[in-house]
């Protein structure tokens, strides 16, 4: 059954306990014995902007389950280039290759939205998927809809224009940090989505002048979400979906 709050809400079933909020809607789904385990190993810590996580081709030093951050997993090219492969809000958790048995980062982890996160030691992380079967399940289906949005964000980036990708962009991690305010360059903005920043200046300019969004100081609020999912590509919709569906 899907939770009314959506997939990137908080959940109130499967045997959780009501009165633990917890932004992550993974650990939100957990069974009560589950999440009193994940509680025992996890620690709550904040992450300011850009702060490096893990680095690329480095044996993991903890997994990360965010809350009111955001992290992003980015491509290094040989001449320092960074290129985002996938954003991580409250739906998911950083830590996928572990997860598969892979002890080895293979890509650079970074704070995009800076806020809080759960973090977990990788041997307790390894220790509690041996006694969360429901864990280990929403995780496959979480490794599921990573690929799934890999594929999707590959194509987005080869045929939309660079204003319908900031939209999709910019509504995407509202959705995954709960709010309509968060910190965001353009400088930024332009590596994420591998493109020059004076392409991004005039995508972000003319979402602004159109009323869809606020930008200063470093800070974008988004003021219209509605019309701005209207100026979003298709794929802003096709990655809801997909969260609908595997997550939910």
């Known amino acids: 059954m899907r939770s009314k709050s959506g997939p990137y809400g908080r959940a109130g079933g499967n045997g959780t306990s009501s ?24 620690e709550k810590i904040g992450s300011p902007l850009r702060e490096t996580l893990f680095e690329l081709n480095e044996p ?33 958790f950083m830590g996928l290759p572990l997860f598969h ?13 800076e806020g809080d996160f ?15 079967p429901e864990l280990r399940l929403m995780l496959h289906r979480y490794a599921q809809f990573s690929s799934e949005v890999v594929a999707q ?17 910019l509504l995407l991690t509202a959705d995954a ?23 991004v200046t005039v995508a972000i300019g003319t979402l602004e002048r159109q009323g869809l969004i606020e930008h200063r ?15 979003a590509c298709e794929c802003y919709q096709t990655i809801t979906d997909k969260a609908q569906e595997l997550l939910a």
């Open 217 to 231: 100081y470093g800070k974008v609020s988004i003021s219209d979400a509605e019309g701005l999912k209207k100026v």
């Open 118 to 132: 759960y973090q977990l030691a990788p041997k307790d992380f390894v220790s509690l998927l041996k006694i969360a």
């Open 60 to 92: 993991f030093e903890r997994v990360l389950f965010p809350l009111t951050g955001m992290g992003s997993l980015v491509t290094v090219l040989k001449d320092g280039t960074t290129l985002e492969a996938q954003t991580v809000g409250r739906e998911g």
């Open 153 to 169: 964000s590959a194509a987005c980036n080869s045929m939309h224009l660079i204003e319908q990708r900031c939209a999709r962009w």
């Open 19 to 42: 009165s633990t909020a917890v932004e992550n809607s993974i650990i939100a789904k957990l069974p009560a014995n589950e999440l009193a385990a994940f509680l025992e190993r996890a």
């Open 101 to 113: 048995g892979i002890p080895v980062a293979r890509c650079k982890g970074i704070t995009q939205v």
């Open 177 to 199: 940090v709960g709010r309509k305010d968060f910190s965001l360059t353009q400088e930024f903005l332009s590596q994420m989505l591998a493109v020059r920043r004076p392409g």
